[in-house]
């Protein structure tokens, strides 16, 4: 009786064709990266820009200035509900915490930053920022990691 190999023997178009699959999904990776990062300063970007206008050098803002729920008034009908209050204030606070924009870690995404601004403990903060990025954590991890 003849005993049959199930060996599968490669062509050159089955190397070809890993390859372009490599190549494919390493750009789209690329890409969503890109564009995660690109958001991250974009709300970097705003931060820095209303803490400049309403804090204007000061500590704190002057009461009754209300630029940002005004700004976000302005912004919403436009760009959608990523631009409430609530997002305006965050963007102002990651500023805050994160006032050079060369330090900024390109391996994570605006919810990832959202999650370590939420963090008061510095130290904590990093060391949260750090695995994220050690591990490559995706915002849903990051935040697993923070509710234990």
Avoid: H
């Avoid at 991250?40 to 009754?64: C, H, P, S, T």
């Avoid at 509900?81 to 605006?110: C, H, K, V």
């Amino acid at each position: 009786m003849k005993k049959e190999t199930n060996l599968m023997t490669f062509t050159p178009i089955d190397s070809l064709y890993q390859d372009a699959c490599q190549i494919i999904e390493t750009a789209r990776s690329n890409a969503v990266r890109s564009v995660d990062f690109c958001r991250v300063q974009m709300y970097w970007n705003l931060g820095k820009r209303i803490f400049e206008e309403e804090q204007q050098g000061k500590e704190r803002a002057d009461y009754g200035t209300y630029l940002i729920k005004n700004l976000s008034t302005r912004l919403k009908p436009d760009y959608g509900s990523g631009f409430g209050p609530r997002q305006l204030e965050r963007a102002r606070a990651f500023y805050r915490l994160y006032p050079i924009a060369d330090a900024l870690r390109t391996q994570l995404n605006w919810g990832q930053y959202k999650l370590l601004t939420a963090i008061a403990d510095p130290d904590k903060r990093e060391y949260y920022e750090l695995e994220s990025v050690n591990n490559a954590w995706t915002a849903r991890e990051t935040e697993r990691k923070l509710i234990r």
